[in-house]
């Protein structure tokens, strides 16, 4: 069926299964392939990416659900070339490794700063529960988004 | 993963959705929010031919105060309840166990009225709804009718619901005294236990998910309170315990007896 | 010191991973490729009484069907380790198919693999395969494998063992020690099998080209020239100089991704039966299955102690599973990686360790971060701290009463252990003195007691361990039964502009190896990290490499890369001293040019790297271009080491154990970048920490995994660990050229024990001495009930 959704500020029609998610839509329709797929049951998180404002998990929407939303990716948060104080804060305090889960640890940070402008640390890892890292600890993560929080703020 | 095949309607009004369900019966899912139908479809556990998505409709993603009620429809997200001044000040004990549910990702996407209708085990909603003796409103071919919370859970993935109604809100009574509380299930987070307990003049009630696998009442802790938290002891009586790995049903029921007693002595 | 070893640089990586623009092999599209999804045993054990393909194949999209019966069910992957029996029996080696034909033998064993237009239809079609079984008895749990009458994994041989194997003393000496000793500390205990979960699922992209006759596979792998050798040496017999393998961005590894797995030899035989590139992405349900899994050993040990203390002998017996298949580096992972480091930091005199590998109705077992030695290091680490408990000891005075003595291997010699190793330089008690300070163990003393008195319930774990990595040298390791060298090979290309491109055989796969291996290549050559481009994970560009694991990064293909710097810097002084028409006796090197000495003539080395490639007014006999390539092989392992405490709080009602700080100070000799090594401990103690509390891959006694998805796979999740403090000493490696020990690894050996002797030391008054891994509450709790 056709939907039309706009991602990272450019507008897309395509007629699509409706059994496509919408982290296969942006990965294989779009080749947005930023935002990553590391489980199947709504656990690991890397596949986050915001739909109108809210962090979400791609893998646990239907493209289709997505008609008529904005959505912004990874690939949507660097602006004219620079990185969104997020990006640069997770590269100054060493926030990631691999990379792998790297995307969804960034959108999701984007969505505990705008709830949470001055997040404690409790509360940075209480918005990190639903995203997995192997790599670093989630030390540094928190570091970045704590860096980021101070950024944001000035 | 990817689900098997599915036709997708996307329903504008109640009546829609439920003569969609009406017809295509057994072969018919409702999406809500999606964070648990679709993980099961994906796994092909779950398999509908037709998926009747009620997101969007209106009317159904607000919360209400009236007098003495609270009145939360079903497709409002756990982040807006969450959120909700109104919840916060007259049902904080639903703004507590929504803090303990999910992660941000999936209280952005997951509502009440899905989460209810999933009928999970080891969901936090039930045990909740048990204690405020909230009503599920629900609409069916029939027209709507209101299940009391404590006629709503059958067993597992299991409610009173018939095949053709849809939950459209949750009509909860103010609570001024409650607490939820949640022993966590360390992998999927889910409740191994969670304990609600309204107070109410200088009784309780008592909910509890995560240990049967049904929710249920503790009755037998509900009489036998007296301002004494050791009524805890009785919070599995009469109760088949359940037992998995993370969990045996020894320490399952040792923990309902703590969570209990915690949550009444908070 | 240059401008960069030793800063924390940050890394030039992150640019890409932070906007979404890495290249992970499941991103890649090629033209007209196609998808694959695999038909999986649902059984551990069974006949495959026939296989139904018709349906299938008639389904939208399908391009092929492949099972057992076609050609490639007759080839396997091979075994990279050969560890024969005791008694001289061969290993036994079952072949590894790549697909099922007769009999699977665990749990999602690939019975046929469906390859269709898109990975909907593939899906779809592979639901359509019929395969009819005949379920068989199953055996899952590495000492039941060895019962009588255990249902055997390979009908080929009369019970289920690989192979056995020991090392050390004498058993009968260290028997009679134990027998004289004042007291015998016993510990039998499952070190739990485990699952890494990488973030990204395996994936890859197998490309035959018809008109070259090439292949190309992308793959997630942490050593594509490994994978190479495997791929066309052992299991398809294709041309080496045939096959290119690309690696690029790999999330994440863990030792997962070492393994030359069936999926790879499959695709790449696929691609060409079809003429299509074929790409397959693991689900993590699949990873679950099939990724190879960690540990699984159960352990049976005694270590004797004289009165005061002092360790006397060590005997322990080990059945360590290997699972349905031997994995490339299964069998050294539990003898070579693991034996070696029973002497630990202690004098011990006499120790024995004897091992029997079954074969398991289970996925196969291979090296996950530490590969042998975090079990080592647990049972040494736990069966002190539990030998001082049950003496009446302080789990510090024990550890100080045993530790071998500093020694740097330059002044003093190595320490030559009871298990084969010579240890190459260490300071124990300087890294465990710097770890209590930094905790307060003093105080921390005094407010458990305090918290005692108030029934709170507050333990400090100590775990000062060593661990062995950059495994070497390739003849000692060919001895061992390795069917690989272990050297790594480091190529530097200096471009005619002075821009150096380096080539190494290592694999980052998060390690942040485009930023420290130029930090050192910078300022060995004086230029800017910006002049440096590091190049790996593809084997058309690099020369060879035996890739990234056991912490061998840095000191070995770092070691290969300094060795073509050298000779860079050789060369180059002779075509400086032409161009300086001075003798190369007489010129320095610094700052990025020649000078002679006491004057101000000089040269730089982009006039240097000019000149070698426009050899206009060069040196006679001296070829043109500055590119050199290096094999090093080192002569030793290195031995990082240190000491990780944990302070816990345990909930007493209901068993949850609250890590609420870890401290760990580790010894990875010189540090090239305190950053990255620090992100490096940090990531090491989370997964030792959910080794400790929360992971275990759990199969029931028919062989179904029930532990198969993140809704039970419980792994460290951002509010189940507190802040990490990290800290370090400095005991420089005497046998590398950067003296680098290495990091990966050390934060995964060393943390496991530190929490669990810490739960064990917050429960000791209630007669706790043990708890079996992971520390789950109903586990913790149950403890405290007996």
Known sequence: ?154 | ?266 | MGNFIGKAVKRREDARFLKGAGTYTDDIKLPKMTQSAFVRSPYAHAKILSIDITEAEKADGVVAIFTGKDPCGDYGVPCGWQVDFKNGETMREPKHPLLAKDKVKHLGEAVAIVIAETLEQARDAAELVEVDYEELPAVTNPLKAMEKDAPLVHDEWEDNAAFDWCIGNDRAEVEAALEKAHHVTVMEYRNQRLAPNAMEPRSYIADYDVNGDRYTLYTSTQNPHLIRLLLCAFALGIPEHKVRIVSRDVGGGFGSKIYHYTEEALLTWASKEIGRPVKWTSDRSEAFLTDAHGRDHVVKSKMGFDKDGKIVAHLTDEYCGMGAYLSTFAPAVPTYLHGTLFQGVYTTPLIHLNVTAPFTHTVPVDAYRGAGRPEATYLLERIISKGAQEMGMDPVEIRLKNFIPPFDGVEQEGYQTQVALQYDSGNYERALKKALDKLGYEDFRKEQKKAREEGRLLGVGISTYIEGCGIAPSAVVGALGARAGLYEVGQVRVQPTGKVSVFTGSHSHGQGHETVFAQFVADKLGIDMADVEIEHGDTDQVAFGMGTYGSRSLSVGGSAIIKSIDKILEKGAKIAAHKLEAAEDDLEYANGKWTVKGTEKSVSFGDVALTAYVPHNYPEGLEPGLDFSSFYDPGNFTYPFGTHIAVVEVDKDTGKVELQRFVAVDDVGNIMNPMIVDGQIHGGVAQGVGQALLEEVVYDEGGQMITGSYMDYAMPRADDLPMIETDNTVTPCPHNPLGVKGAGEAGAIGSTPAVVNAVVDALAHLGVTDIQMPLKPQTVWKAMQN
């Open chain 2, 1 to 266: 993963m990817i689900p098997a095949k599915f036709d997708y309607i996307k329903a504008s009004s109640i009546s829609e959705a439920v003569n969609l369900l009406d017809k295509h019966g057994y072969d018919a899912k409702i999406l809500s929010g999606g964070q648990s139908l679709l993980p099961a479809m994906k796994l092909r556990l779950n398999r509908p031919e037709i998926v009747i998505d009620i997101h969007g409709i209106p009317g159904m993603d607000t919360i209400e105060e009236t007098g003495d009620e609270v009145i939360i429809g079903a497709n409002c997200t756990h982040t807006q309840i969450l959120n909700s001044e109104v919840v916060y000040k007259n049902l904080n004990i639903m703004h507590q166990a929504v803090q303990t549910l999910g992660d941000v990702q999936v209280r952005n996407r997951g509502t009440i009225g899905g989460s209810l209708a999933h009928a999970d085990p080891s969901a936090d909603y039930p045990a909740v709804v048990l204690a405020c003796e909230a009503n599920i409103e629900v609409e069916g071919k029939n027209g709507k009718r209101s299940i009391a919370a404590t006629e709503f859970f059958e067993g597992i993935f299991t409610t009173a619901l018939e095949d053709d109604e849809i939950i459209t809100a949750v009509r909860f009574p103010k609570i001024a005294h409650g607490t939820y509380l949640k022993f966590y299930q360390s992998a999927s987070r889910f409740a191994v236990v969670g304990v609600a307990v309204v107070h109410e003049g200088s009784g309780v009630k008592v909910g509890i998910t995560g240990v049967a696998d049904t929710p249920y009442r503790a009755t037998e802790v509900e009489k036998a309170y007296n301002g004494n938290s050791d009524a805890a002891e009785h919070a599995v009586d009469g109760v088949e315990v359940m037992s998995d790995h993370f969990a045996d049903s020894e320490y399952r029921a040792h923990l309902a007896k703590v969570m209990v007693k915690r949550a009444l002595e908070a």
């Open chain 1, 1 to 154: 069926m056709n939907v039309t959704i706009t991602v990272n500020g450019k507008t897309y029609t395509h007629d699509i299964e409706p059994r496509i998610s919408l982290v296969q839509y942006l990965r294989e329709t779009l080749d947005l392939t930023g935002t990553h797929i590391g489980c199947d049951t709504s656990g690991c998180g890397a596949c986050t990416v915001s739909v109108n404002g809210e962090a979400v998990k791609s893998c646990t929407m239907l493209a289709v659900q997505a008609d008529g939303c904005e959505v912004t990716t990874i690939e949507g948060m660097a602006q004219n070339g620079e990185m969104h104080p997020i990006q640069a804060a997770f590269k100054e305090k060493h926030g990631l490794q691999c990379g792998f889960c790297t995307p969804g640890m960034v959108m999701v940070a984007a969505d505990i700063l705008k709830n949470h402008p001055n997040p404690s640390e409790e509360e940075i890892r209480h918005g990190l529960k639903g995203n997995f890292c192997r790599c670093t600890g989630y030390h540094n993560i928190v570091k970045s988004i704590q860096l980021a929080a101070e950024t944001l703020n000035e």
